[in-house]
């Protein structure tokens, strides 16, 4: 069935296939991974249109998961949909509390220092155990900044798409080797 969701949030990936009745190899980018599950329907993006699936039954297996959606019967029908990206709409995600974002809300914000200086676009957000990491995309280089709210986070409007951080910014190394010489 063709759907295109309005507000869609990419969750996971089909990964592969699983058997010959049409499960799938599922990799999710929800935490913890088996949440993944717990939406129906899910949007896949299957030759850059989306396509919507009920999910009708998953479950944790090995390292991974697997699932199965109405509709996907067989190997072959699994098969077609191996690399399709997992969206699900927004309004499907559980409310948060204050001060909590889901990484698709900051991914995009521009990212401005207290000196007033833009740093860039936050392209990705990196999981490092301690805490998340900004992945940031100026003009000129990347810069990655820890995710800690208070410390380096300063404050995020998702109205205006922005975010203030105390992150000094660091030129580049042969730009200041210029300044030393003039």
């Known amino acids: 069935m063709d759907s295109s969701p309005s507000h869609p949030v990419i969750v996971g990936q089909v990964a592969g296939v699983f058997g010959i009745k049409g499960w799938l190899k599922i990799r999710s ?3 913890p991974m088996t949440n993944i599950l717990q939406y129906s329907p899910w949007y896949l993006k299957i ?3 989306w396509h919507r699936f009920e999910v009708q039954t998953g479950q944790a297996h090995g390292k991974g998961l697997i699932a199965q959606l109405k509709g ?10 191996v690399r399709a990206e997992i969206a699900i709409e927004s309004d499907q995600l559980p409310d948060l509390g204050e001060n909590e974002y889901y990484w698709s809300d900051l991914i995009g914000l521009s990212v401005q220092n207290q000196q007033g200086q833009l740093l860039g676009t936050i392209k990705d957000m990196l999981p490092t155990g301690a805490n998340d990491v900004l992945v940031i995309e100026g003009q000129d280089k990347q810069v990655l900044i820890p995710y800690v709210l208070d410390y380096y986070v300063l404050e995020i409007d998702l109205e205006s798409n922005t975010m203030l951080v105390d992150w000094p910014w660091q030129e ?4 200041q080797d210029e300044k030393d010489q003039e």
């Open 172 to 175: 580049d190394d042969s730009e």
């Open 29 to 31: 980018e929800t935490e």
């Open 47 to 49: 030759k850059h249109q």
């Open 72 to 81: 996907c019967e067989d190997r072959n029908q699994a098969v077609e949909l």
